[in-house]
């Protein structure tokens, strides 16, 4: 059974940073295509970053040069390095990942299997 989990979410100003942690169990990072995904009230959720198993990534175009994705050695945390944040960036932050890969060609979210709960990050306009 895999479990993925977020933490690190928060009320930041603007200008600030925040690292996002997801953590998995029953599932390694290298598994496949992982994203970090994106939400606020009444709109789609919106892909932020993918990262398939060689360490390729895709970036969505708001958040490049400011947003970064990494993983532990142990390919069982995933993290999200968040700079330079707006208030556009408010969101509920969610961390998905499946067991195969072709992140670029399948990146909507109904592509995905494993979802966390969540974290909210949220920064004042």
């Known amino acids: 059974q895999v479990q993925l989990v977020e933490s690190g979410g928060g009320s930041v100003q603007p200008g600030g940073s925040l690292r996002l942690s997801c953590g998995a169990s029953g599932y390694a990072f290298s598994s496949g295509c992982t994203a970090w995904f994106r939400q606020v009230p009444g709109k789609e959720r919106e892909g932020v970053v993918f990262i398939d198993g060689d360490g390729n990534t895709n970036y969505a175009d708001s958040v490049k040069g400011r947003f970064a994705v990494s993983k532990d050695n142990a390919e069982t945390t995933l993290y999200l390095q968040m700079n330079g944040l707006k208030s556009e960036d408010t969101a509920m932050y969610y961390c998905?990942?499946?067991?195969?890969?072709?992140?670029?060609?399948?990146?909507?979210?109904?592509?995905?299997?494993?979802w966390g709960q969540g974290t909210q990050v949220t920064v004042p306009s």
């Open positions: 998905a990942a499946r067991r195969w890969s072709a992140c670029t060609s399948y990146s909507a979210e109904r592509y995905f299997d494993y």
